[in-house]
């Protein structure tokens, strides 16, 4: 199941800029706001990609376990 993240965009000149919200350090730019959005979600994924592997080298060897958590109460 995937999680909505929410863009913030904005065309600037002959650009368009973006972050996501909420997620510190993912951004990014394009010609379009279609290939905007494209390179957001790839920055997404590889961001959450790499945090997903730094956990898990963390608990390496260690008893552990991944539980699914929602901010929706």
Do not use: F
Request: no cysteine.
């Amino acid at each position: 199941m995937g999680t909505g993240y929410t863009a913030v965009v904005l065309e600037r000149t002959e650009w368009w800029i973006g972050w996501i919200a909420g997620i510190s350090g993912i951004n990014s730019q394009g010609e379009t706001q279609e290939e905007l959005l494209r390179n957001l979600r790839s920055a997404l994924q590889e961001a959450l990609e790499m945090n997903r592997a730094d956990a898990i080298a963390v608990a390496e060897g260690e008893p552990h376990e991944e539980v699914e958590v929602s901010t929706v109460t």
